[in-house]
């Protein structure tokens, strides 16, 4: 992967130094890391740029907006190089803090780390809504201008600023920030030029004074947060090959999870259209039941299970105030049920694709894959004899009650996995995972010696799988399809082999891997569906069906072909080790929102079930 970018600098005028004024290159960029601490997060772009951050929450007001105005009018916090040449980016290995170093013309140039405190701190993890900001000058004289400009309500206003001697207090109507530095004030607040020679700490955050000095505070927070991201990653049963990609994406899911409540956001952006020029942008930073449990499987295959344990205490929330009714798809991360969707008129939007929408509609969706989805996130609790806390009877009673919802709901038409907002069938993944649902409460009544409740939950599990293989198979084009009684592809059918109904060398499965790359693979990428949605026909491919697409083919015996699709999808992410929600076929550019959970996801998924076993070299 690169990790360098060269931007060209506007002129050589050494009377005013040459930032860029008027030509800034622009915020709309996937190229981003992220650093956070599981109570916020913080998108930084290769020159150093932080351009969007919401607080006190994922889903809150972003103080950085930028990624979504990328205008001069865009909220961003800089620190600008006079005479930029080029910079280079990366993670400390096996950690989330960020390294940017910009250098100039010259040869000189600084260094910016990044990181959102955690570590433990008198028996709990200590993960303060505060960004910490270290820079220092590598040689010579660099001369640097910062630019701190965080804005309240999406953009509209401008924080009331107050001073002090090494502080700086950005008050606004609902929040108020706090800036601590040891950097010059003055230079700070008039955004003057000015010659780096020793370094300095940022750190913003509440209002509150620090209880010992700044830079001892800063340096401690660095050490003790390199320190727990390298002890959690050194837990992971990772495999033997890709490991630094598989450490990465499974940084980047914990990073996902606001452990206050137990929630699992899809994405940490909203309104990152899924291509461009087509209106297709939503807000996921919500946690979908569907998304939370592929996260919460992709961490337990690396035997890090503390994200289930958080997470079911999200979903238990979720199963008694269900009482075995209607579930949404999504919720907020603090439970809340209504996300109603609005337009944001004011921002132009990611590199100027409108529209900008805070919420989601699809919360007022009839999605019956939720479902299985959540019998999914909760089996392995019954199993698990290393978990604090295992379920028992009290847990599997709530869980019948979605079982029962489950097996009423499951040939009833519905939006469907992809949220279709016109159209309503009997879609083959939500019958799927009603399946699933019977199935593993059958295989949980076993566990817990309900030998009766388990024949019952068997029984429901046959007649709908029965079904699905029955009703969901198409003559005419020799494929699954993505409906009952249907004709139109659809990816998610790929799922029959991973939830177990079907065996991979079946070979109506394999006639259906076959059609699925014939009619929706662009090269190694393949798209969702082929039928035009409410939207038209999808233009790039979905992150995660190219996964699934993957995991077929290993399956069928087709691991050749596999891992070069995989080491395609390796190289599709950007310069340290991310992915978005979809990828353009033709251009390889990263489009949807960012960073998607799904996406991390597939590559933990794949490199399980591809790499060689440790067996073969020790």
Same mark, same amino acid.
């Given at each position: 992967?690169?990790?360098?970018?060269?931007?060209?600098?506007?002129?050589?005028?050494?009377?005013?130094?040459?930032?860029?004024?008027?030509?800034?290159?622009?915020?709309?960029?996937?190229?981003?890391?992220?650093?956070?601490?599981?109570?916020?997060?913080?998108?930084?772009?290769?020159?150093?740029?932080?351009?969007?951050?919401?607080?006190?929450?994922?889903?809150?007001?972003?103080?950085?907006?930028?990624?979504?105005?990328?205008?001069?009018? $865009?909220?961003?916090?800089?620190?600008?190089?006079?005479?930029?040449?080029?910079?280079?980016?990366?993670?400390?290995?096996?950690?989330?803090?960020?390294?940017?170093?910009?250098?100039?013309?010259?040869?000189? $140039?600084?260094?910016?780390?990044?990181?959102?405190?955690?570590?433990?701190?008198?028996?709990?993890?200590?993960?303060?809504?505060?960004?910490?900001?270290?820079?220092? %000058?590598?040689? $010579?004289?660099?001369?640097?201008?910062?630019?701190?400009?965080?804005?309240?309500?999406?953009?509209?206003?401008?924080?009331?600023?107050?001073?002090?001697?090494?502080?700086?207090?950005?008050?606004?109507?609902?929040?108020?920030?706090?800036?601590?530095?040891?950097? %010059?004030?003055?230079?700070?607040?008039?955004?003057?030029?000015?010659?780096?020679?020793?370094?300095?700490?940022?750190?913003?955050? %509440?209002?509150?004074?620090?209880?010992?000095?700044?830079?001892?505070?800063?340096?401690?927070?660095?050490?003790?947060?390199?320190?727990?991201? @390298?002890?959690?990653?050194?837990?992971?049963?990772? %495999?033997?090959? =890709?490991?630094?990609?598989?450490?990465?994406?499974?940084?980047?899911?914990?990073?996902?999870?606001?452990?206050?409540?137990?929630?699992?956001?899809?994405?940490?952006?909203?309104?990152?259209?899924?291509?461009?020029?087509?209106?297709?942008?939503?807000?996921?930073?919500?946690?979908?039941?569907?998304?939370?449990?592929?996260?919460?499987?992709?961490?337990?295959?690396?035997?890090?299970?503390?994200?289930?344990?958080?997470?079911?205490?999200?979903?238990?929330?979720?199963?008694?105030?269900?009482?075995?009714?209607?579930?949404?798809?999504?919720?907020?991360?603090?439970?809340?049920?209504?996300?109603?969707?609005?337009?944001?008129?004011?921002?132009?939007?990611?590199?100027?694709?409108?529209?900008?929408?805070?919420?989601?509609?699809?919360?007022?969706?009839?999605?019956?894959?939720?479902?299985?989805?959540?019998?999914?996130?909760?089996?392995?609790?019954?199993?698990?004899?290393?978990? @604090?806390?295992?379920? $028992?009877?009290?847990?599997?009673?709530?869980?019948?009650?979605?079982?029962?919802?489950?097996?009423?709901?499951?040939?009833?038409?519905?939006?469907?996995?992809?949220?279709?907002?016109?159209?309503?069938?009997?879609?083959?993944?939500?019958?799927?995972?009603?399946?699933?649902?019977?199935?593993?409460?059958?295989?949980?009544?076993?566990?817990?010696?309900?030998?009766?409740?388990?024949?019952? =939950?068997?029984?429901?599990?046959?007649?709908?799988?029965?079904?699905?293989?029955?009703?969901?198979?198409?003559?005419?084009?020799?494929?699954?399809?993505?409906?009952?009684?249907?004709?139109?592809?659809?990816?998610?059918?790929?799922?029959?082999?991973?939830?177990?109904?079907?065996?991979?060398?079946?070979?109506?499965?394999?006639?259906?891997?076959?059609?699925?790359?014939?009619?929706?693979?662009?090269?190694?990428?393949? @798209?969702?569906?082929?039928?035009?949605?409410?939207?038209?026909?999808?233009?790039?491919?979905?992150?995660?069906?190219?996964? =699934?697409?993957?995991?077929?083919?290993?399956?069928?015996?087709?691991?050749?072909?596999?891992?070069?699709?995989?080491?395609?999808?390796?190289?599709?992410?950007?310069?340290?080790?991310?992915?978005?929600?979809?990828?353009?076929?033709?251009?390889?550019?990263?489009?949807?929102?960012?960073?998607?959970?799904?996406?991390?996801?597939?590559?933990?998924?794949?490199?399980?079930?591809?790499?060689?076993?440790?067996?073969?070299?020790?």
């Amino acid at each position: 992967m690169n990790t360098s970018t060269s931007i060209d600098t506007a002129s050589n005028d050494t009377s005013t130094g040459n930032f860029n004024d008027g030509q800034r290159p622009s915020t709309s960029t996937l190229d981003l890391g992220v650093v956070g601490n599981c109570s916020y997060s913080a998108l930084i772009d290769k020159l150093g740029r932080v351009v969007w951050c919401c607080l006190p929450r994922f889903d809150g007001d972003p103080v950085f907006n930028a990624l979504l105005d990328p205008d001069e009018s $865009g909220s961003l916090w800089s620190f600008e190089l006079e005479n930029f040449s080029h910079s280079e980016q990366w993670y400390e290995p096996n950690t989330a803090v960020l390294k940017t170093r910009l250098f100039d013309t010259l040869g000189q $140039g600084i260094e910016i780390t990044d990181f959102a405190p955690r570590f433990p701190s008198r028996g709990r993890y200590f993960r303060p809504l505060m960004l910490v900001r270290r820079i220092q %000058p590598l040689n $010579g004289s660099p001369r640097v201008r910062i630019r701190l400009r965080p804005r309240y309500d999406w953009g509209r206003e401008q924080p009331v600023i107050t001073r002090g001697s090494n502080h700086v207090r950005y008050v606004g109507t609902s929040m108020t920030l706090r800036l601590n530095t040891d950097a %010059p004030i003055s230079y700070l607040l008039d955004e003057t030029a000015f010659v780096l020679i020793r370094p300095y700490d940022f750190l913003l955050g %509440p209002d509150e004074t620090l209880s010992s000095g700044m830079a001892d505070v800063a340096r401690n927070f660095e050490q003790e947060t390199l320190s727990y991201w @390298r002890q959690w990653s050194r837990s992971l049963a990772t %495999p033997l090959e =890709w490991q630094a990609a598989v450490i990465r994406a499974a940084i980047t899911l914990k990073l996902s999870l606001y452990e206050d409540t137990g929630a699992i956001v899809a994405a940490m952006t909203t309104s990152v259209p899924e291509a461009p020029g087509s209106a297709r942008n939503w807000d996921y930073r919500y946690c979908w039941l569907r998304d939370a449990f592929f996260v919460v499987r992709a961490l337990n295959s690396l035997s890090e299970l503390g994200t289930m344990e958080d997470y079911l205490r999200w979903l238990t929330n979720i199963l008694v105030r269900s009482a075995g009714g209607h579930v949404q798809p999504l919720y907020g991360i603090g439970l809340e049920e209504a996300l109603p969707e609005q337009i944001l008129d004011h921002l132009p939007g990611f590199r100027h694709h409108a529209p900008v929408r805070v919420g989601n509609q699809a919360y007022e969706h009839f999605q019956h894959d939720v479902y299985g989805n959540i019998v999914l996130g909760a089996a392995q609790a019954f199993h698990d004899l290393r978990l @604090r806390n295992r379920a $028992g009877i009290e847990h599997f009673q709530h869980l019948e009650a979605v079982g029962e919802r489950a097996f009423d709901m499951y040939d009833r038409p519905d939006a469907g996995m992809w949220e279709l907002r016109t159209r309503s069938r009997i879609h083959t993944s939500s019958a799927l995972m009603s399946w699933a649902a019977c199935d593993r409460l059958a295989k949980i009544a076993v566990r817990l010696e309900l030998h009766e409740r388990a024949l019952v =939950w068997q029984e429901r599990a046959t007649l709908i799988g029965e079904r699905i293989l029955k009703e969901a198979w198409n003559e005419e084009r020799q494929t699954y399809a993505e409906s009952f009684g249907g004709r139109d592809l659809d990816a998610s059918v790929l799922l029959m082999v991973e939830v177990g109904l079907i065996a991979p060398t079946d070979k109506r499965f394999i006639a259906t891997v076959d059609a699925l790359e014939k009619y929706l693979c662009d090269g190694p990428y393949m @798209r969702r569906y082929e039928a035009p949605d409410d939207f038209g026909r999808p233009e790039t491919a979905f992150n995660i069906c190219t996964f =699934w697409r993957i995991d077929a083919l290993a399956r069928i015996g087709r691991k050749e072909q596999a891992r070069e699709i995989f080491e395609a999808m390796l190289a599709a992410r950007n310069h340290v080790g991310l992915l978005s929600e979809d990828t353009h076929p033709v251009t390889g550019e990263m489009w949807g929102n960012f960073p998607q959970t799904y996406s991390m996801v597939g590559i933990i998924n794949c490199a399980m079930r591809l790499s060689a076993s440790w067996e073969s070299v020790i």
